[in-house]
């Protein structure tokens, strides 16, 4: 059985009483008075309910009698906007290499959003950094060269999504664990025996 819109449920008990108030149905639906009074006039442009007394606070309403509103359930098919993530996911697919400026303009987020889901994705290497930026050079040469990126995991359309325990891929249906933070002592014993 299909779940009732909050506008249905509150036609249903409006139908009943002989008159009410925005509290009244507030405390009846259980939503704050901001939703009953969105109800309400929701229902006031559908010529369902009229108002009984104007000058008296707090205002009385009573439906209409024999008003049937068009009230429509919740569209399941209805497509879903895409997440800022899933934007970005889609974009990095599309470029395949690629800066911060370069995703901003294609998926429409805020830098900061992209910054901080490439870190993700570069943590569990799904999107490794190409050309980054020269810690050593002088300001005047770190100028114009933005951090490059390529991404390495195609894995498909769906966006990796980031959890307390890893990185789960919804494309493939398995969880990457975290990455094990090498300290830097073993980083460069690493380096001198390769």
């Known amino acids: 059985m299909k779940k009732k819109t909050l506008s249905q449920r509150a036609w249903e008990w409006i139908k009943e009483q002989p008159d009410f108030g925005s509290a009244e149905l507030a405390a009846h639906m259980d939503v704050s008075l901001k939703s009953a009074q969105m109800v309400i006039a929701h229902l006031q442009d559908l010529k369902a309910i009229e108002t009984t007394s104007q000058g008296v606070k707090p205002v009385v309403y009573q439906a209409v009698p024999g008003a049937n509103p068009h ?44 910054e901080r889901y490439l870190c993700d994705l570069v943590r569990f290497e799904y999107v490794v950094i190409k050309r980054g930026l020269n810690r ?41 664990p975290k990455p094990v933070r ?7 014993l690493n380096h001198a025996m390769a």
């Not at 569209?75 to 995703?103: C, H, Y």
């Not at 114009?144 to 789960?168: A, C, E, F, M, Q």
């Not at 090498?182 to 460069?188: A, D, L, M, V």
């Open 71 to 114: 009230l429509p359930g919740k569209n399941t098919t209805a497509v879903r906007p895409k997440s800022q993530r899933q934007r970005i996911w889609q974009a990095a697919r599309f470029l395949g290499e690629f800066t911060i400026a370069d995703i901003q303009a294609t998926a429409e987020c805020s830098r900061n959003s992209i």
């Open 136 to 176: 050593k050079a002088s300001m005047k040469e770190r100028t114009g060269r933005p951090v490059r990126y390529r991404l390495s995991k195609n894995t498909g359309h769906k966006y990796p999504i980031v959890r307390d325990n890893g990185l789960y891929d919804q494309n493939l249906k398995v969880l990457v």
């Open 182 to 188: 090498i300290s830097k002592q073993q980083k460069e």
